[in-house]
């Protein structure tokens, strides 16, 4: 089975801190994404990545970054947290084929509060 | 914008009955139409696809209805059981744009004993 691992579950943040979410994936997936998931607002993309080194911008990417430096590992980082920004934060990740083969695997999320 | 409309916000069904959660879309270049299920504490898991080509799909106690020229699409739940009390996420993509999904807002679905 595809993991998806998150670095922590839950983070307790000041505003104005640089915060740094972590994931990995052990799979070789080429795709890797970061949603946010926020009651009655479903699950929105933040940024995703089709391979190492790129990144493009999903719907809501004002105040938030993103590194890709090997292909298992992308990292959320958040420039200057804002209240605004506490929230659920999923990463998932997916191959590059036809999607009814093998869809997103999540991995459980990091409830970040900002305070 | 959203683009994927779901419906209701939140359900409770009692043991046995059957559970419905709706969604509408509006991009007709959608191709691909997912459910995620989510449990407390975890990731959201796909739990069953339809393509626009066909009118239903069923796994088990778990059924996707498909209406393209409504542009709806439902998820029937028979026999619902305390274990399906979770998050469903209905689901869009048009898989030639790239592998990016979009999520509608999301039912908690109760399922009382």
């Known amino acids: 089975d595809v993991k998806v691992t998150q670095s922590s579950r839950y983070l307790v943040k000041r505003t104005g801190e640089k915060v740094f979410l972590e994931c990995v994936q052990d799979m070789d997936h080429e795709n890797m994404f970061w949603y946010r998931q926020d009651p009655g607002l479903g699950l929105r993309l933040i940024y995703f990545?089709?391979?190492?080194?790129?990144?493009e911008k999903g719907d809501i990417p004002e105040g938030y970054s993103v590194s890709r430096e090997k292909k298992e590992r992308f990292s959320l980082i958040l420039e200057s947290a804002s209240t605004n920004q506490t929230s659920m934060y999923l990463c998932a990740s997916s191959l590059i084929m036809r999607l009814s083969i093998i869809g997103y695997t999540f991995g459980s999320g990091t409830r970040l509060t900002v305070v | 914008q959203q683009q994927v409309k779901q419906s209701p916000q939140s359900l409770i069904v009692q043991k046995g009955g059957i559970s419905i959660i709706n969604c509408a879309y509006e991009n007709t270049a959608f191709d691909y139409f997912p459910w995620y299920q989510q449990f407390p504490g975890k990731g959201p898991a796909l739990l069953i696809a339809?393509?626009?080509?066909?009118s239903e799909k069923k796994e088990g106690r778990f059924t996707i209805s498909f209406n393209k020229s409504a542009k709806q699409f439902s998820l029937h739940i028979m026999d619902s059981q305390p274990g399906d009390s979770a998050t469903y996420f209905c689901?869009?993509?048009?898989?030639?744009?790239?592998?990016?999904?979009?999520f509608g807002e999301g039912t908690q679905l109760t399922v009382n004993p």
């Open positions: 990545s089709y391979d190492v080194k790129m990144k």
């Open positions: 689901a869009a993509i048009q898989e030639t744009s790239g592998s990016r999904l979009t």
């Open positions: 339809i393509r626009p080509d066909v």
